[in-house]
């Protein structure tokens, strides 16, 4: 009989977990599509900021003597010191997402390592920043609770910092590692150089550009569109991340139910047949002491 309430107990446990991971996955599922809705919004914005930038930059580099001269464009192939971000979730629960990024980061600090290059790693997330800190990997920067709920205020403090050490030739780039939302059922790995800026990662825009600035200071105003550019993209990266850190929990989510429901299925034939076995030598024991006393 201890084995038949064991086993009951273990029933009963496992049906608590699956009404959890069943909850948890409606929640991550309302989450998701609020988070693509918002996604879907800033991603307009960062796709006409992105293509404005690329246009004047070409605009500037064609007609004016010497090309661009802000250092925001100056690409150098011997980087020697990068900053490296990357943007994790806060919380677990969300099968492999967190591990990916993490996975991607490692080998981006090896390779950086092998190549003698110095990285100042600035960490966005709790589980990524526990991860390398346990690890004894030393982080220059660290942001918690932005990725679970991004402010694109706290986004341009945080970037601030490596746009002005980039701008001052502390670093040679500034590197953006995350892992993306691709659909509800997939994510994908984001790797993206905010500086220097790459004028031929976006294509310009195809129209005869209404907006006319003076020679004198189209550095100014370049230089402002590159911040925001800086800034947004950033914001958005934790926007799309977080979309898919949901996407991520609303899978895990699923295979925890299916996986507690099947659990319950082998516990409840477990129960059946142990109550069965002890009903069978009960009724043995009853018959063998009737036939003794005869």
């Given at each position: 009989m201890a084995a038949l309430k064991d086993i009951k107990r273990r029933?009963?446990?496992?049906?608590?977990?699956?009404?959890?991971?069943?909850?948890m996955k409606l929640v991550s599922t309302v989450k998701l599509k609020r988070s693509q809705e918002i996604a879907t919004q800033s991603r307009a914005y960062s796709q006409k900021l992105n293509e404005?930038?690329?246009?004047?930059?070409?605009?500037?580099?064609?007609?004016?003597?010497?090309g661009i001269e802000s250092r925001y464009f100056a690409f150098d192939e011997k980087a020697e010191k990068i900053d490296l971000i990357f943007v994790t979730a806060d919380k677990?629960?969300?099968?492999?997402?967190?591990?990916?990024?993490?996975?991607?980061?490692?080998h981006k600090l090896d390779e950086y390592r092998e190549n003698k290059i110095k990285v100042r790693l600035r960490g966005i997330g709790k589980k990524g920043v526990?991860?390398?800190?346990?690890?004894?990997?030393?982080?220059?920067?660290?942001?918690i609770g932005l990725s679970s709920a991004p402010n694109f205020e706290r986004a341009k403090?945080?970037?601030?910092?490596?746009?002005?050490?980039?701008?001052?030739?502390?670093?040679?780039?500034v590197v953006l590692?995350?892992?993306?939302?691709?659909?509800?059922?997939?994510?994908?790995?984001?790797?993206i150089l905010l500086l220097p800026v790459d004028i031929n990662r976006v294509e310009p825009i195809e129209e005869r550009s209404m907006l006319e600035f003076e020679?004198?200071?189209?550095?100014?105003?370049?230089?402002?569109l590159v911040e925001r550019y800086v800034e947004f993209n950033l914001y958005y990266a934790l926007i799309d991340s977080l979309a898919a850190e949901h996407s991520a929990r609303m899978q895990a989510m699923e295979s925890a139910t299916k996986n507690a429901k099947e659990l319950a299925r082998t516990l409840t034939?477990?129960?059946?047949?142990?109550?069965?076995?002890?009903?069978?030598?009960?009724?043995?024991e009853i018959v063998s002491g009737a036939e003794a006393m005869k």
């Open positions: 029933i009963k446990s496992v049906h608590n977990t699956q009404k959890t991971t069943s909850a404005m930038l690329s246009t004047i930059a070409r605009q500037i580099e064609t007609y004016r003597v010497g677990g629960l969300c099968g492999g997402f967190n591990y990916r990024t993490i996975k991607t980061v490692s526990e991860y390398f800190k346990f690890n004894h990997v030393e982080l220059y920067d660290e942001t403090e945080h970037i601030a910092k490596s746009a002005n050490d980039y701008m001052k030739g502390l670093t040679d780039r590692i995350y892992n993306g939302f691709r659909n509800m059922i997939s994510q994908e790995m984001r790797e020679p004198k200071g189209d550095e100014t105003i370049l230089n402002s034939l477990q129960f059946n047949k142990a109550r069965q076995e002890a009903i069978t030598t009960e009724l043995s």
